[in-house]
């Protein structure tokens, strides 16, 4: 989509053409004396009535310190200079605030791009919802309109309005949008859906089961947005540099004018030579406008918000972008970040039996429970489960379930129920939940059930070395077996188990102790349970956030998807965008400190300064709106 | 109560500048401005009448920034 002007952007443009082609015509002119100076005011007038008058205003509000005031003293400065060295030569005053405007117009060009480049990215925002009308045909209405629990139709290609539950239909649906996960998910009855996903290849019926507010998509836009209200240290610093920095360049100026010439006449006994030490000063003023700095840093950040929430990762504010560049030491919760938060079955140790028929039994006489290890148990069965073969289940709280399973009596349970049916078992030497088995009173092994460790944990510990992270840290509940033989398969460095919430807030306390002063620590939660950590920790990263309000809430850093390589990936994109703001301050800088320098010895001209002024103001933005790309980081 | 109000502005640092006076005017418990998304966050102090004080602060951006507009009605 091509960015085009907006009427303001246009009369703009036009006055500089007309101001630029006076002055063209007037070089030929053969005017001299006051005729020529009148002349020349009828461009510089067109050029900048609006600076004049907005400096003047300022004077009288006693805001007088900004780039208006700037450049009317500037171009003011230089006609007077014209006049006094009967030079004649009025053009380099009106180039100051033509220049001066083409830049305005530029910056105002390049941001409105920046900003339709981003909110391009960003969109996600549906723009209709469709309701199916009683004779089946579909109406397009506002998704603002659509109550809790409508029914709506989301077609191929169309984006999933509001989030819901599947009704009808199956298709896959792509939320590259969201998650910047590009491979396309399976949909279908009975499953849930979230807004802002694109809908491919079916047709599906939906019922809300959020108004449009409260959607993952209206969270997430309203996220994005409201980053730009926390300020990070960067940004706070250039708005209060901004502040004393100009008024710093006038007094210079006017001190580079005035002492000078009082030395030479004075001093050394020279001749004064005022005009030229007044062109310098005046060269100082052009040179010293603080834009480049005061737009290319907020930009920068607001373009690596928008391209991390591209990649599915939501930063809060640029605030915890700087702090996640910092990070080195990062503490992640076990269940449900490093594991799937669901238990399985892991492995089925057996003496005499099949291993295939020990997890039959095994599921059968468990099949009326719903406890989590049960349904475990079912799912590693994998087979439907029969339930007439199965006969006087007695549950035995705290031990477990006695059954007939064709005819044979099941034990299944723990150490315990073994114990009280005097079955002699083999103890297991490994980490997890033990669920032993006995059949006919007689021991027939155990299976080892465990939360599943996520396949890309192991990767994400490694990105995160790479990334010089200095000590990974794993809090869990969990027995201490079970802990130790996560980390050391993943490569953790440090352990620490059976804890309970508050406990966990403790060692993160401990660990902000411990670490170097310009160290940050992160920890990363599934968002449920943790919520106390997470504000404690310098950044509060939450994982799996599609559809939770809780995690979202909580924390200061979100991961649309479950991945923890995404952990890595959201401290790379800090500091790729941190790269670049400290780039442009240095360059912005940089560049105006030699360019005053050159000036204050006379080398510069007034055409370097304009370039000081503009062409830094362009270069910083071109490099600002790198920080959107953040696919390859 | 918090609202939000689209603005138009056209240089960074006017935006900046809009935000220092909006959170001066009485009536604004805190006031932010993102020039990125052009967008005004206002929050009002208790019991205070969310048309008036825009007004307000409207006229105290002017002040600043003659160019600016928020549309807050």
Redesign the interface.
Known sequence: MRYTMNKKQKKELARILTAAAMMIAMHFAPVSGLWRLALYLVPYGIISYDILYKAMRGIRNRQVFDENFLMSIASIGAFLLAVYDGSGDYAEAVAVMLFYKVGELFESYAVGRSRRNISELMDIRPDYANIQQEDGSLARVAPDEVSIGSVIVVQPGEKVPLDGVVLEGRSAINSVALTGESRPRNIEKGQDIVSGCINMTGLLKVRTTKVFEESTVSRILELVEEAGSRKSKSEAFIAKFARIYTPIVCYSAFGLAVLPPLVNAFALGTEAVWHVWIYRALLFLVISCPCALVISVPLSFFAGIGGASRAGILIKGSNYLETLSKVRYVVFDKTGTLTYGVFAVRAVHHNTLAEEKLLEYAALAECASSHPVSRSLQAAYGKPVDRNRVRDVQEISGHGIVASVDGIRVAVGNDKLMDRLGIGFTPCHDSGTIVHVGMDGRYAGHIVIDDEIKEQSAAAIRALKKAGIARTVLLTGDNRLTAEQTAERLGIDEVHSELLPADKVAQVEILLKKKKDEDRLAFVGDGINDAPVLTRADVGIAMGAMGSDAAIEAADVVLMDDNPEQVAKAIRIARKCMGIVYQNIVLALGIKFTCLALGAVGIASMWLAIFADVGVLVLAVLNAVRALQVQNV | MKK?YRIEV????CA??MEEAARKVSGVADA?V??????M?VEFAEGAEPGAVMAEVLRACR??E?DCEIYYE
């Open positions: 939000t056209d240089c960074a640092n900046n500048l932010t993102n020039f990125m998304t052009l967008k966050k002040k600043v003659p």
